[in-house]
């Protein structure tokens, strides 16, 4: 299953951008957005449960948006105040099963993931 993920670029701090992910042919129960900067681990962003609820990590909590748009079947991750730390490269993942919230951080019960897309903050 492709996960087509798209929005990434160039912003200065304090900038804003909105990412998308787009599955094909397929609704997921559980999606998630992750990133992983230049020499680190891949690390949780936001999650959503179709459905229920929200998830985010603290670094980006009242800052970044998760939501879905059922009509197109696609999830977005609106990111605001963006900070130099917020570079990476982000990533899209999926999963069908309705995960439990402490597994929503883990990027091991995710077994769908798009082809991620750069984000740059510049100060």
């Known amino acids: 299953v492709q996960l087509q993920a798209s929005g990434g670029g160039l912003v200065q701090a304090g900038g804003s951008l909105r990412l998308s992910c787009a599955p094909s042919?397929?609704?997921?129960?559980?999606m998630a957005w992750f990133r992983q900067a230049p020499g680190k681990e891949r690390e949780f962003v936001a999650a959503?449960?179709?459905?229920?609820?929200?998830r985010y990590s603290d670094s980006v909590k009242g800052r970044f948006t998760m939501s879905i748009d059922n009509a197109k079947n696609t999830a977005h991750l609106q990111m605001s105040s963006l900070k130099p730390e917020d570079t990476a490269v982000y990533y899209c993942?999926?999963?069908?099963?309705?995960?439990?919230?402490?597994?929503?951080?883990?990027?091991?019960?995710?077994?769908?993931w798009g082809q991620g897309t750069l984000v740059t903050v510049s100060s």
């Open positions: 959503i449960r179709r459905g229920r609820d929200t």
């Open positions: 993942a999926a999963t069908s099963d309705r995960l439990i919230v402490s597994s929503l951080y883990s990027k091991e019960y995710y077994d769908s």
């Open positions: 042919g397929r609704t997921f129960a559980t």
